[in-house]
């Protein structure tokens, strides 16, 4: 009987022996989790400890900025920028010549357009960003060619 005591012993030794190693990998496995834990922790205290009220109040600033800009652009009051506008101008002729409305041709020259040539040069995602639509720029890109091209068959 005592060798039978010995056996359910030494079995039992073997399930607490399991049973500890299956809570001693347990264990790390907390540990692991543990620490990966305190290091989020930690790197949301260093997210938190940052600045973020001046740094959105800067844009803030930086798009209201923009946005006063935008909106200068798309407002611009072209009747009154008439009178700024050289009669002489030669895109200011130039363009009327080709009966583009007055509302196009201010937004050409706040381009800086001073020459014919750069109205062939502006790009048309330019003028789209200012309110000039597509087909507009597309005739007056092709007039100013045309323009040109006659200009220079003449002296050939």
Request: hydrophobic share 30%; with cysteine; net charge negative.
């Amino acid at each position: 009987m005592s060798h039978l005591n010995l056996l359910n012993i030494s079995k039992e030794i073997q399930n607490i022996k399991n049973v500890l190693e299956q809570l001693n990998y347990n264990y790390s496995n907390l540990n692991t989790k543990y620490n990966n834990i305190n290091t989020k922790i930690h790197d949301l205290n260093e997210f938190n400890n940052l600045d973020f009220e001046t740094s959105s109040d800067e844009i803030k600033i930086e798009i209201n900025g923009l946005k006063n800009k935008i909106e200068e652009i798309n407002h611009l009051n072209y009747t009154q920028s008439k009178n700024y506008i050289d009669i002489e101008n030669p895109i200011y002729n130039y363009l009327k010549s080709i009966n583009l409305k007055e509302i196009y041709i201010y937004k050409y020259i706040f381009l800086n357009c001073s020459i014919i040539e750069d109205l062939i040069l502006l790009e048309k995602d330019t003028c789209k960003n200012i309110g000039i639509p597509d087909y507009i720029y597309d005739s007056v890109k092709k007039e100013a060619q045309n323009y040109i091209y006659n200009i220079h068959k003449k002296i050939l």
